[in-house]
């Protein structure tokens, strides 16, 4: 599950913006999934390491948390 989060974080970096459940659904597989549940699940687990942060005023949406590291 590691390596299917740090791929999904990368392409998270590199497509930039803000991320939400549909965002992630809409990627193909397998970053993306069918399932609210799962993307919900790997958008919590991506913010848990502190990779996401979350948006203000947005619910469930993330951004990318660029002072943790990674190319910008």
Known sequence: MADLLDTLLAEMREQGGTWTTRRVMDLPAP???????EARQRLGALADRGDLLTVPGRGRAYRVNQAKGGPR
Not at 31 to 37: A, D, E, P, V, W
């Open 31 to 37: 970053l993306g999934t069918t399932q609210r549940s």
